[in-house]
């Protein structure tokens, strides 16, 4: 085998060599101040002071005497019993045997045992709806309209004759051809107009009745209903506008040349005495439904008749 190797640094302590100070430190007891500082002389060390011997304490002075000693005090209220962590944990198993001796209890089905089915449907068939309450709206009362004062005056040319309120006896008399009269608002009135008069217009009326001589152009009405008109004379044109329930009497005199003109009208008709007996009269019914076709390459309107 091949020598051990020792490194050069393990014999580094053999090769120092010892000095005074690492024999003092081994002797400490053989040495004096003198070879501690390497044979030079020093002053005389200063020798430690002596011990100061310990006193007794004097004794304190005497306490008087005690009195009589007070009378005993009551035991102490024994302390509260210290929680044991075995009673939580008891009463815990003790409610969940409970909870699951319950369930048990219930069989199969447990917990869901008395649920009902779902069947599909609706839900809450059965169950009777309550009627919404009807909410009450505050009926909104038209503002009243202050009543005008009624007016039977002439105006220039034109007879005024307006908010005739159940006025049975409103007579005029027309006294030059140029003048017109115009009928407007009147109610539940009587109108008589007596001469001949360019033209005659009654407008916005209800349950009226006018009577007149002559027309020398046309008489007029519109907007109106509930309306009887009757013509002693002549009057070549009637032209009715919008108009309900008008009952139009014509003379002898005009049936020849009159011609009636309607538009949005209904129930309207037209009396005539009959021509072999004057004192009899005949009803005509104005039409108001009316057929349209394609003949002979134009458009053809008629009257439609119910008499088939």
């Known amino acids: 085998m091949s020598e051990e190797f020792v490194p050069e640094y393990a014999n580094f302590r053999n090769k120092l060599k010892p000095s005074a100070n690492s024999a003092i430190l081994q002797n400490p007891d053989k040495y004096t101040t003198h070879d501690l500082n390497g044979g030079k002389s020093v002053d005389a060390p200063v020798a430690a002071p002596a011990p100061v011997p310990k006193t007794a304490p004097a004794p304190a002075a005497a306490a008087p005497a005690p009195g009589p000693p007070p009378p005993p005090a009551g035991p102490p209220p024994p302390p509260p019993p210290a929680p044991s962590a075995s009673s939580g944990g008891e009463a815990t198993e003790d409610a969940a045997a409970a909870l699951f001796a319950s369930i048990n209890a219930m069989g199969e089905g447990g917990i869901r045992s008395g649920l009902k089915k779902a069947t599909k449907g609706p839900v809450n068939e059965d169950v009777p709806v309550a009627a919404p309450k009807a909410v009450k709206k505050e009926e909104k009362k038209p503002a009243a309209v202050a009543a005008k004062p009624p007016k039977c005056s002439l105006v220039g040319k034109k007879w005024e004759i307006e908010y005739q309120e159940g006025n049975k006896e409103c007579v005029i008399e027309v006294t030059d051809m140029k003048h017109t009269v115009y009928i ?113 390459g134009q458009w053809v309107t008629e009257m439609v008749s119910h008499d088939d």
């Not at 001469?195 to 217009?201: H, Q, T």
């Not at 002559?214 to 009057?235: F, P, W, Y």
Request: net charge negative; with cysteine; glycine share 2%.
């Open 184 to 296: 407007f608002k009147c109610n539940k009135s009587v109108i008589q107009i007596k001469g001949k008069c360019n033209s005659l217009s009654i407008d916005s009326c209800s349950k009226v009745d006018v009577v007149f001589e002559n027309a020398l152009s046309q008489c007029e009405i519109m907007n109106s209903k509930d309306i009887r008109v009757q013509c002693t004379g002549n009057a070549p044109s009637i032209n009715l506008d919008n108009c309900v329930a008008v009952t139009y009497y014509m003379s002898a005199e005009s049936v020849e040349s009159a011609h009636i003109i309607t538009a949005k009208c209904a129930a309207v008709n037209i009396i005539r005495p009959k021509p072999e007996d004057p004192d009899d009269i005949l009803e005509t019914p104005i039409p108001e439904q009316f057929l349209t076709t394609f003949k002979n």
